[in-house]
């Protein structure tokens, strides 16, 4: 369903070109998510981490047509993992975003479903994120796609700063060993 305040929305790759958009529209989420001090990224970070080589992550962005002028109103950044028990590559949505006067819109669905197409295209065993357990329109929105909630599983994670401290106290940590 498309808002009056909008005559028609497309889905696109970004691009390079793109960084200071999806950097703009990050800083939306980390505000909405309550998380705007830990919102950090830098263009130089998004343009070497993802559209150098090695690329570690995609985006999709979502542009409105608002009288005559495209605008960008929301984004997917997603990359791919393994799956050992599948056996197939795993698409893991990192995160999906649409500015709050363009939900209900179909722009989140549209954004999920080309994600869906992807993952499709490139033969995924699953699609994989996370939800803050406070986003209760999130997880209900999830919920009507389908999708199931993984209740078994705790998210664990090392910031930069974990991983530092833990490479500091192990001195072994510095290599790997051969199998000679």
């Known amino acids: ?29 980390a505000v909405y998510e309550k998380l705007a ?16 080589e090695p690329c570690y992550f995609r985006a999709l962005l979502s542009e409105v047509d608002k009288e005559g002028e495209k605008s960008a109103v929301g984004f997917a950044l997603y990359f791919f993992t393994f799956s050992t028990f599948v056996g197939r590559p795993t698409l893991y949505l990192e995160d999906l975003f649409v500015l709050p006067e363009y939900r209900g ?18 033969e995924c ?5 996370s939800v803050l357990n406070w986003n209760e329109s999130a997880i209900k929105f999830y919920e009507a796609l389908h999708a199931v ?19 500091n106290q192990n001195d072994q940590s510095r290599g790997l060993r051969s199998r000679t």
């Not at 369903?1 to 939306?28: G, Q, R, Y």
């Not at 819109?105 to 954004?111: P, R, T, V, Y």
Request: proline share 3%; hydrophobic share 45%.
């Open 105 to 122: 819109c179909g722009i989140g669905k549209a954004l999920f479903m080309e994600l869906v197409r992807i993952a499709s295209e490139k």
């Open 149 to 167: 909630p993984m209740s078994d599983w705790t998210v664990f994670r090392l910031d930069q700063e974990g991983i530092h401290r833990l490479i």
């Open 37 to 52: 001090d830990k919102a950090v990224a830098t263009e130089e970070m998004f343009l070497k981490y993802g559209f150098g």
């Open 125 to 129: 065993g699953r699609m994989e994120w």
């Open 1 to 29: 369903m498309i808002s009056p305040k909008i005559s028609s929305f497309a889905i696109c790759e970004a691009t390079k070109n793109d960084v200071p958009t999806l950097l703009w529209l990050i800083k939306h989420l």
